[in-house]
């Protein structure tokens, strides 16, 4: 068994796509659409999904937006250096929710970034991580 991707309705898939494409790397694997049930899906990742865990945005055309509700956690994305990685988020016009640092009661360093959704993604600085976290 393994992991294959998590979903997430997205309001506008355009602006979705270019945030996750432009301001975090990701490739358009791949995108179809279902006009007998009116939406998108479209599969985002940083390798092929025979490989690898991806994204699965999902628009639904009549919906523009949705509630995010308080179950959901975040995304986290291993990166080199979160300081740098959230340095670039900014400099492409992203949120920066939490700056890079030490998180607390821990030695781990992250930070969080927001996609145009409100859906939160952690980073995680590689070579830092020493256990679960908030």
């Known amino acids: ?10 309001g506008n898939l355009e602006r979705s796509l270019a945030f996750y494409q432009e301001v975090l790397g990701m490739k358009l694997l791949r995108r179809s659409n279902y006009p007998d049930g009116r939406f998108t899906l479209a599969f985002v990742g940083y390798g092929d999904e025979a490989d690898q865990t991806v994204l699965e945005l999902t628009h639904n055309w ?6 995010l509700g308080n179950a959901y956690g975040h995304i986290a994305i291993e990166v080199d250096d979160a300081y740098a990685a959230c340095e670039a988020v900014r400099a492409k016009g992203g949120k920066v929710t939490r700056e890079a640092g030490p998180m607390k009661h821990g030695t781990t360093v992250i930070a969080f970034v927001e996609d145009p959704d409100g859906y939160k993604i952690e980073f995680i600085q590689k070579g830092s991580r020493q256990g679960a976290h908030d």
């Open 1 to 10: 068994m393994r992991l294959l991707h998590t979903m997430l309705r997205v």
């Open 62 to 67: 009549d919906t523009d937006a949705y509630e």
